[in-house]
């Protein structure tokens, strides 16, 4: 049972980073990228072949991960710049779906659907209870540190700007706001948060294949997000712990129920996901955690005419 | 050959020691029922496979817990989804292990979802069973813990392709089949195959996803083949079959028994466009009841390939528990090819294999995916497949080689 | 070679034209509601499962069968919208999309848990294609290329003929003005709801007419439908049509020139050359 509990815990806190990276994006910029899973995915491809094919030590490996995270970020940035929210998630969402097929296709390249298996383990995993405990400490420290810095950052004169941006683009560009640059580098560090996670799960999991990375984990993820408080850090953070722990307390929750098929109970695991996201927001629209200087009273959407309220 | 009888040799010489060795962990684990878990999909792409695979090994329990269990204790089953994905399906297998204490995860499907777990149950002493297609999966440094009921790339690869040429008559093959991790492979292995006769044959991997697949078979038909190999799951070969047809296409079908069977006539709909098409699927001996008691189980004609692996698993699973006297996953792994091959008995169901073992006599499984001996590595050694074809809309044997 | 692309481009034509239906679904919710509702692919689902009620149990023919999925769709599509996302309103259009993704499981998984995974065929005769010179063309898909033709006159008749299309199109271009006018927001977005998950659910069995219904047909579906929508404009029902077309045209011409496997992936990154140009779409508002 304990073991049970940290792994979840390490799998949280993989996922409290994903949530990190998606509130810099979303949460403070406005800009939805339904694609998170492809940097998610981008971050564990380059850590792992670097570390496992080219023998490079882990540490250099996980910083390569970043970069090239930021690297992809940036050149996905530029090239969806003029775009609208809307277009932007579903261009996005694109993207993630081309990742997905390169890594599966460019067999020369990525090793193919074989994904690349053995993938260096950052403590040895002979270590057995010990590994997943010092795992445990590495995630969750690094989950920490990256919500300090982001705490930090939102309250700083950057972090305003980009609320500035979510709110009014043109408003803050008559202000003298960067734009295109605040948009850029929100984006794409958002995007190297994502890849650093994905190089941390895969030398956790010493696995890494196209088919991990389905829609399904940046939907998980959104629903993290919002659950625990859009734009608020320490929000999305409490969320992916509360989301991880409800689909596995789902399991325990099906198991329960009588006379119903494998395959109901899992519907009804799934059913109770989407319930739970749906009450809540009915319940709290802004989270458990709302984000403190408040919104004005609109859609972050920006919509060229008129307004859902 | 020569491995199976060296590791015998080997295994009758660890036998005693680890016996000894599991000793106290039998007196530990005595209370409560034996649990084992399933772990196949049962949401995402893999879901209609793996209800019928969990409701099988849950028929499985049922007869043999009816007829007093194994070592005297009742069997638990606990069925997980995997949703098709390796991150839940780590969530759900680390539930498994540590929760539930299982002794062996069976069934898993996708190759990265099996990929992803075995060294989480390597690593906890947890046997796992799987019926995933890579090959890279036996090569894994799992150290005995795990085995594989679907034959590998090398062996299918060449199968379908002596097929293929057997019914042809011609040696013009097209090799349709989505990107799987086992695609390059089986291809590889078919083309050397028709290498060998002169024949010539293409792969063109497609988009399984796509509710039409026109353009695709026009590519086909192009080729001009005599054959073509159909090698993706029910629901893209459905579509691939139908615009087969639609196109004209007068040729040989052949495919896995996983796509080609009677769900696919069925859901096609048109008698004549899936009528005479080949399935394929790993075999037993003729006239072994295995095969024939999964069709009982699942209410099927002519099961499909993952429920029959499925059952020979916790059949195997129970027998190698029993005949170790060890209700743990290291009683599995040491016990599981005692059971499986190497003469003794034969039997084809664990309620039997259960009595004969505490008759004290050796038994040899032979199951209904296969006589499922294993190597080293946890491959199958030797199957045979069971060749099948549609006439007048219903699945029909051609034959078992 | 020419003869095989003017096929692949046919092919794409009627690919392309059943796209549209759901594509049209999509896009005209959005047109109204504002927000992109990710539950589309679910709707489709429904709708497949209920033609295919209505077809195989109940033995009903496909004209009446398409009834069902449309309504079917078109009342879960409502309670949804009605139960979960109005409520959201004022937390803003992303808010709502969210909540459409959650209502897009819980939908998906109330199929799963009714009918299991599955998949279940109708009951229609298969036909050879006819042959044009080197040329082929399935009448099945004649039809059902002709059924989404016959929705999208209907809509357009609705829409610019009738009282209630009116009003929908002036709330899909202002809705204030619209209210000042006396158009009553709510059932504009009711009936707007209703014909677009409408729609979704005739896509949706159009799909499976093809293929089978299985609780993933309209999941395999929603990254064209999006496409198609994105690529058009997003909020404009001509954008939908010839987003649609092109996308299913451009993946047939994939499948011929470059690699069958990257089929998803071109589309992408045609809809990434358009929008450089026009970042609104082809039809898209120009603003933004």
Not at chain 1, 277 to 284: A, E, H, S
Not at chain 2, 49 to 61: D, E, H, I, R, S
Request: hydrophobic share 50%.
């Amino acid at each position: 049972m304990v073991n049970y509990l940290i792994f979840i815990l390490v799998v949280a806190g993989v996922y409290a980073l994903l949530a990190q990276s998606l509130t810099l994006s979303w949460g403070l910029t406005g800009l939805v990228n339904l694609g998170l899973v492809g940097f998610f995915a981008i971050g564990a491809y380059a850590s792992a072949m670097t570390t496992k094919w080219a023998g490079w030590p882990i540490p250099l490996g996980i910083a390569f991960s970043i970069l090239v995270g930021l690297g992809v970020g940036f050149l996905v940035t530029i090239s969806t710049l003029r775009l609208r929210d809307d277009y932007l998630a579903i261009v996005t969402l694109g993207f993630a779906e081309v990742v997905r097929l390169v890594a599966s296709n460019e067999i020369w390249l990525t090793g193919g659907t074989d994904g690349i298996a053995g993938v260096p383990s950052i403590v040895p995993r002979a270590w057995g209870p010990n590994y997943h405990i010092t795992m445990l400490v590495i995630v969750t420290s690094l989950a920490i540190t990256v919500h300090l810095l982001l705490n930090h950052l939102a309250s700083s004169p950057w972090g305003r700007a980009l609320r500035a941006v979510r709110e009014d683009q043109v408003v803050a560009a008559v202000a003298g706001k960067p734009v295109v640059l605040l948009k850029a580098q929100a984006f794409s560090i958002a995007a190297a948060i994502a890849a650093l996670a994905g190089a941390i799960y895969g030398h956790y999991t010493s696995y890494v294949a196209p088919e991990i990375y389905q829609p399904l984990i940046t939907i998980y993820v959104f629903l993290a997000v919002t659950a625990g408080g859009v734009g608020r850090p320490l929000g999305a953070l409490i969320g992916s712990y509360l989301l991880i722990g409800f689909l596995e307390l789902t399991r325990f929750m099906a198991e329960v129920v009588p006379g119903v098929t494998p395959v109901q109970a899992a519907a009804t695991r799934e059913i109770m996901v989407g319930l739970a996201l749906i009450l809540l927001l009915r319940l709290r629209p802004d989270g458990l955690l709302p984000e403190r200087n408040q919104r004005a009273p609109k859609p972050v959407a920006v919509h060229p005419k008129g307004t859902t309220s | 050959m020569s491995l199976i009888i060296h590791r015998r040799q080997l295994l009758a010489g660890a036998a005693a020691g680890t016996a000894l060795l599991a000793a106290p962990a039998i007196v530990r684990a005595q209370a409560g029922p034996i649990r084992i878990g399933t772990l196949t999909p049962l949401t995402g792409s893999g879901g209609q496979y793996g209800p019928g695979m969990a409701n099988v090994v849950k028929a499985v329990a049922d007869e043999v817990n009816a007829a007093g269990g194994v070592l005297g204790r009742q069997i638990q089953v606990i069925s997980e989804d995997d949703q098709t994905n390796a991150e839940a399906g780590v969530r759900a297998a680390r539930k498994l292990i540590d929760v539930d204490k299982v002794t062996a995860i069976m069934g898993t499907w996708a190759s990265a979802v099996t990929t992803a777990v075995a060294p989480l149950c390597w690593e906890s002493k947890t046997f796992l069973f799987t019926v995933s297609g890579a090959d890279s999966i036996t090569q894994l440094p799992h150290n005995g813990w795990l085995v594989r009921t679907q034959p590998n790339t090398t062996l299918q690869g060449r199968k379908f392709a002596e097929f293929c040429l057997e019914v042809s008559g011609g040696k013009r093959a097209f090799f349709m089949m989505p990107q799987t991790p086992f695609t390059q492979s089986t291809f590889n292995n078919f083309k050397i195959a028709y290498d060998k006769v002169g024949g010539a044959t293409e792969l063109l991997i497609y988009d399984d996803k796509k509710p039409s697949l026109r353009t695709e078979v026009d590519q086909a038909m192009r080729y001009n083949a005599d054959c073509i190999f159909v090698g993706g799951y029910l629901t893209d070969t459905t579509v691939l079959m139908r615009d087969l047809f639609r196109a004209g296409y007068k040729g040989k079908v052949v495919g896995p028994g996983y796509s080609i069977n009677q769900k696919l006539v069925d859901n096609v709909g048109q008698p004549e466009a899936t009528e005479g098409a080949y399935g394929m699927l790993p075999s037993p001996q003729e006239g072994s009841a295995g095969w024939k008691k999964v069709a009982d189980l699942t209410k099927q004609a002519s099961p499909d390939p993952f429920a029959c692996q499925i059952y020979d698993h916790v059949n195997l699973a129970l027998m190698a528990m029993a005949q170790g006297k060890d209700a743990t996953g290291q009683g599995i792994r040491d016990n599981v090819r005692k059971v499986s091959q190497g003469g003794g008995d034969k039997v084809d169901n664990a309620v039997d294999g259960l009595k004969a073992i505490v008759a004290g006599k050796k038994v040899d499984y032979d199951g209904a995916s296969g006589p499922c001996d294993f190597t080293d590595l946890g491959d199958i050694s030797e199957v045979k497949f069971r060749y099948e074809q549609v006439k007048a809309g219903k699945m029909a044997l051609v034959r078992i080689a | 070679m020419l003869s095989s692309i003017v096929q692949a481009l046919l092919n794409g034509l009627v690919s392309g034209t059943i796209l549209a239906v759901p594509a049209i679904g999509f896009t005209a919710i959005f047109a109204v509601l504002r927000y992109p509702n990710f539950a589309i692919g679910s709707l489709a689902t429904i709708g497949a499962y209920a033609g295919w009620y209505a077809n195989v149990r109940l033995g009903w023919p496909l004209e009446a069968s398409f009834a069902l999925a449309f309504l079917g769709a078109g009342i879960a599509a409502v309670a949804a919208e009605w139960l979960a996302v109005r409520p959201l309103e004022k937390s803003g259009a992303l808010m709502m999309a969210i909540c459409s993704l959650a209502v897009g499981i819980v939908l998906e998984n109330m199929v799963r848990f009714g009918f299991g995974n599955d998949p279940r065929g109708f009951n229609v005769p298969l036909m050879r294609d006819i042959r044009f010179g080197d040329l082929r063309i399935s009448p099945q898909q004649v039809e059902n290329f002709a059924v989404a033709l016959l929705l999208m006159a209907l809509l357009w008749v609705a829409l610019n003929f009738t009282r209630m299309g009116r009003a929908m199109r002036a709330t899909a271009d202002n809705p204030e003005l619209a209210r000042l006018k006396g158009v009553e927001p709510a059932t504009v977005a009711a009936i707007t709801v209703v014909v677009g998950g409408g729609l979704a659910g005739v896509g949706g069995m159009l799909v499976a007419l093809d293929t089978a219904a299985d609780p993933l047909t309209g999941f395999r579906l929603i990254l064209s439908v999006f496409a198609a929508a994105v690529l058009g404009g997003l909020g404009s029902i001509p954008g939908a049509v010839v987003g649609a077309l092109l996308i299913g045209m451009v993946e047939e011409l994939t499948v011929l020139l470059l690699a069958p496997n990257y089929r998803t992936a071109i589309g992408f990154v045609v809809i990434l050359i358009v929008l450089t140009i026009r970042p609104s779409g082809l039809f898209g508002e120009k603003s933004g």
